[in-house]
Each structure stands twice: as structure tokens, then as C-alpha cells.
């Protein structure tokens, strides 16, 4: 191959290029906002792990774990995997920190790159990110209804219309026996029909049957209608009923959905997914209990709940609805410089500006790029400098919305600054001024 050769971005993978970066602030801010509000703290965790983690959380059948994950051997032969989702990072470092001994629950919150070898189309990539939450410690079934509530109150804080929460239950861990055998006894009657991927996951883990997505399949497993509700044990419905009612007075506006199993084999009890309806549902995040899981991963017994949403799907949401994303880096005042001798009195009016705590914007590209720059910043005023008013010891002050102009003495510069801004009611903060 030649040296020389174009390299190109591995399929399945983006770059986000600085157009983006609107919409990835908002999710990102409104995300740590919303979840510090309602009590989560931050985690940051690595990005790789050793493989078993998630054989033994996500589940080894599941498609995420056999199909999906990139797995590797470090230079001491040990098998590593990169993170295909959060959950299980978060509950080995809370077994590993001992946080069990500390007040319950615990309630964390993360925000960053997952990877899955999935097929890349619309909407799926090989290194997505997710923001996700997690509550440890208490099996309350107003705990899920809270958690639900969190995610629904960030998805309206971030503007988005037409959110579902689609909800079912898993039951406990013996419920869950029992709804599987039902689910066996169903599909064994039409075994000879299901895919060959089927057949095999139908003796090794029957619910994975419900997740494969040829027509095939699913036009037998959207017969199962109510077979695994059917067969939820009386706790397990009671408990159920309770979080249904608690999401009732919180006004959720959620549908029960009897298929929905999730893709990981870690669910008890309650499962969700947040969909956006339009012209097609998306699904743009999903989440559940997980009772036992903690245990199973050498803790103590220990309930959990948690929820991740994918942040390319969420932004696609909003792109979809044309939501109105706000600049969130707002700058008071742009400084336009046009020639050598006006750069350099700009960083001397940049530094005065700068002083007395205004948030000043400038660039040192050519005139058009400061142009479209200080229209793309939406600042409220540009000052303007050519080699004229480096002689006058003046520059052009201008405001943007009604897009007139005048001419202000260096000396008086900042003070007038500030007051142009005080009238149009931006609150402006000055550290200092004569
Ligand atoms: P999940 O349903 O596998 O759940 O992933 C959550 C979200 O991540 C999906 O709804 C989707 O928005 C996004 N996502 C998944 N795969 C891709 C992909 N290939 N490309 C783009 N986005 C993707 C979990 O990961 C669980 N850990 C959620 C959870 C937290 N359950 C309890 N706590």
C-alpha cells in the first residue's frame, strides 16, 4: 500500500466535528444538571475492563456479549474488553470501594464512550456514548418510579416532545424461571421456523429469542402477546402495580409493552425504554432493575436500578423535532480587528474588556471569518477596529440586534460597553470600573 494512501475513519466510527459541539454541550450540562439535582453523583470509570465483568453481568448469550464485544489480550495474556455499556463498571467499582458500607442508596451518574461491534447503519455506531444513571441499595418500588421520573425530566429539560416511557416487568429471579419456561413452551412449537441463531439461543437463553430482529422471528415472537406477563408471580405484580401507581401521580405519560425483554441478561422486575414517537419510534434509551446482580458479581445482596440513553440517538431526536438548541457559550461583546496595527490595539481593548469580567470573543482570522464567527457567538455587541481608530483612539461600537453603530473613545470604552449591556437587561457582573 502506498504511504501516501488516504486513511479513513474504521466503519462504524464518527468524528464530531465542531457544528456538533452545540448539541453535545447541551446533553452533556443539562445531563450532570438534572441528575445533581436529584441526588446522583459522578463516576468517571475505565473504558476497558476484564472480559468476565460482562460475561458475567450482560450475560455471555446475549448478542452484546457473544457478538458485540471487542475483546483483546494486554501484553500479560489477560483478556480485556472494551465497555460495551456502563452498568457493570459502576457495580464492580462499588463492590470494590466498599461502597455498601456507606449510607444507602448510593446514586451515580456517568457519561461517556461505549463500544459494540454492531452492524453500522442510521443511528448505530461501533463507539457510541452514553449518559446513564444508577441507584444502589434500594429495592423501593418508588425508587424506580423516581429513577423514571429523573429521565423523563431530562429529556423534557432538553426540549424534547412526544416522549413514552414503554415499561413491563421481569418479575423476581424465580418469577423470571417461570415466565421463561412458558416463553420455551411457546416457541418450541414453532422451533422449525425460528432462524438458526434461534434455535440455538432457544436452548441456551430463550429471552434473547424475543431481541432477534429477522422477519422470521419476529413474526412468531410478536405472537407471544401476554405469555410472560401471564406467568409473573403475585409479589412480583403487586410490586409492579406499585410502581405504576407512583408513576401515575407523577403524571408519566408511560404504555405497558408485555414483549419487552431488553437485550442483557441482568433484568428483574421493572424494564424500560424511553421512545420518542414521530414517523417512526425511536427508541433512544432503555434501562431496569437489577436484583442479584451485585451478588452474582462477588457483593453483597444488594438491589439496583439504573437507566443509559444513547447520546447520537437522543441528538438525532432533536434534530428530528428542529429543537432550538441555545448557544450556552454566550460572550458579552466581539472584537473585530482589521489590519496589523489594529490586532495589536485589540488585545489591549481584549485585556481592559477581559478585566473587569466581561466574557469577550475575538479571532484572528481575516474580516469574513470574524464576521461569521461574532454572528455564529450571537453576541449582543462587536466592537469593530481599523487602522482609522487606532489614530483617533476610537472604535465603532455596534449592536447587533438593531445593527447600529457609533463611535466610542478608548477612555470611555468600557464603561459604555457595560451600560449598552445593562439596557439591554444582560446581567453583567463587572468586577470593577471607574
Ligand atoms: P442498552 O439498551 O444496551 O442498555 O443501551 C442503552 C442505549 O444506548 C440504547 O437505547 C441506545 O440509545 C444506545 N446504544 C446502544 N447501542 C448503540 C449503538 N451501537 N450505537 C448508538 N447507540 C447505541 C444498556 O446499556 C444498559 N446498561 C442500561 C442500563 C443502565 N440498565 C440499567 N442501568
Given at each position: 500500500?502506498?504511504?501516501?494512501?488516504?486513511?479513513?475513519?474504521?466503519r462504524g466510527l464518527k468524528d464530531v466535528l465542531p457544528d456538533e459541539q452545540k448539541y453535545w454541550f447541551w446533553l452533556e450540562n443539562n445531563f450532570y444538571s438534572v441528575a445533581?439535582?436529584?441526588?446522583?453523583?459522578?463516576?468517571?470509570?475505565?473504558?476497558f475492563?476484564?472480559?468476565?465483568?460482562?460475561?458475567?453481568?450482560?450475560?455471555?448469550?446475549?448478542d452484546i456479549v457473544s457478538k458485540e464485544m471487542y475483546v483483546f489480550k494486554d501484553k500479560s495474556g489477560n483478556s480485556?474488553?472494551?465497555?460495551?455499556e456502563g452498568t457493570a463498571g459502576v457495580l464492580r467499582a462499588y463492590i470494590e470501594h466498599g461502597m455498601h458500607a456507606l449510607?444507602?442508596?448510593?446514586?451515580?451518574?456517568?457519561?461517556?464512550?461505549?463500544?459494540?461491534?454492531?452492524?453500522?447503519?442510521a443511528g448505530r455506531f461501533r463507539e457510541f456514548w452514553q449518559f446513564g444513571l444508577e441507584v444502589l441499595g434500594d429495592p423501593n418500588p418508588l425508587c424506580d418510579a423516581l429513577v423514571i421520573q429523573t429521565v423523563v425530566k431530562y429529556h423534557s429539560k432538553l426540549g424534547l416532545k412526544d416522549v413514552v416511557v414503554k415499561i413491563n416487568s421481569l418479575g423476581t429471579t424465580k418469577s423470571r424461571a417461570k415466565m421463561i419456561s412458558a416463553l420455551t413452551r411457546f416457541l418450541s412449537k414453532h422451533?422449525?421456523?425460528?432462524?438458526?441463531?434461534?434455535?440455538?439461543?432457544?436452548?441456551i437463553n430463550p429471552l434473547r429469542v424475543l431481541d432477534c430482529k429477522t422477519s422470521k422471528c419476529r413474526s412468531?415472537?410478536?405472537?407471544?402477546?401476554?405469555?410472560?406477563?401471564?406467568?409473573?408471580?403475585?409479589?412480583?405484580?403487586?410490586?409492579f402495580t406499585k410502581v405504576l401507581e407512583y408513576l401515575d401521580d407523577m403524571q408519566i405519560n408511560y404504555e405497558l409493552d408485555p414483549g419487552l425483554v431488553r437485550g442483557l441478561d441482568y433484568y428483574t422486575h421493572t424494564v424500560y425504554e424511553v421512545i420518542v414517537r414521530g414517523n417512526k419510534d425511536l427508541a433512544i434509551g432503555g434501562g431496569g432493575r437489577y436484583d442479584g446482580l451485585i451478588e452474582q458479581l462477588g457483593g453483597p445482596d444488594v438491589a439496583g436500578i439504573g437507566y443509559a440513553g444513547g447520546v447520537e440517538r437522543t441528538i438525532n431526536a432533536l434534530k428530528e423535532q428542529a429543537v432550538n438548541i441555545p448557544n450556552m457559550i454566550q460572550s458579552d461583546v466581539f472584537v473585530i480587528q482589521l489590519g496589523?496595527?489594529?490586532?495589536?490595539?485589540?488585545?489591549?481593548?481584549?485585556?481592559?474588556?477581559d478585566r473587569v469580567g466581561l466574557r469577550v470573543a475575538s479571532s484572528i482570522g481575516s474580516i469574513r471569518a470574524q464576521l461569521s464567527e461574532a454572528s455564529k457567538m450571537n453576541t449582543p455587541l462587536t466592537i469593530i477596529i481599523g487602522e482609522q481608530e487606532v489614530y483617533d483612539k476610537n472604535v465603532i461600537l455596534r449592536d447587533m440586534k438593531d445593527r447600529s453603530q457609533e463611535t466610542i473613545l478608548d477612555r470611555n470604552l468600557v464603561k459604555m460597553v457595560i451600560k449598552k449591556l445593562e439596557e439591554k437587561g444582560i446581567n453583567v457582573k463587572p468586577l470593577s470600573y471607574d
Open positions: 500500500m502506498s504511504t501516501k494512501q488516504k486513511i479513513q475513519i474504521p445533581s439535582m436529584a441526588g446522583f453523583e459522578r463516576i468517571i470509570l475505565p473504558t475492563e476484564s472480559t468476565n465483568l460482562f460475561k458475567r453481568s450482560v450475560g455471555e448469550f446475549t480485556m474488553a472494551l465497555r460495551p449510607p444507602q442508596p448510593i446514586k451515580l451518574f456517568y457519561w461517556g464512550p461505549m463500544f459494540r461491534y454492531d452492524r453500522p447503519q422451533k422449525k421456523d425460528l432462524c438458526a441463531n434461534c434455535q440455538r439461543r432457544l436452548k412468531i415472537t410478536e405472537e407471544t402477546g401476554t405469555v410472560l406477563i401471564d406467568n409473573l408471580d403475585e409479589v412480583s405484580k403487586k410490586r496589523a496595527k489594529a490586532k495589536i490595539k485589540s488585545i489591549k481593548v481584549i485585556n481592559d474588556l
